[in-house]
């Protein structure tokens, strides 16, 4: 067996392409999300907490800075990917159940 035909069987059998092609398109979608928090979400957000610029929130003690408003915003990214990704399986799963009848 030759070295294209053994890598064209590997790329089948690990559908290695579609991992690549979701990994771009996840990529992507996170850039996405983020954007939406930072543009839509956060400005919302600000009006309500006093101060307004709170990504850039420290939390100072002794030496230890922790930046707590960069953490914040990305846990609010991952909770809206990870909330997005649920409803598009969920979906997925729906219809797959409902082509099965």
Excluded: C
């Amino acid at each position: 067996m030759g070295f294209v035909t053994e890598f064209r069987e590997f790329l089948d059998k690990y559908k290695v392409l579609g991992l690549a092609i979701a990994f771009v398109i996840g990529a992507a979608s996170t850039k996405l999300v983020t954007a939406l928090v930072n543009d839509v979400v956060m400005p919302v957000v600000a009006v309500v907490i006093p101060g307004g610029d709170w990504r850039s929130a420290v939390f100072q003690a002794g030496p230890v800075k922790l930046l707590l408003g960069d953490f914040v915003g990305a846990l609010i990214d991952f909770m809206i990917i990870a909330l997005v990704v649920f409803l598009m399986v969920k979906m997925m799963i729906k219809e797959d159940a409902t082509q099965k009848h």
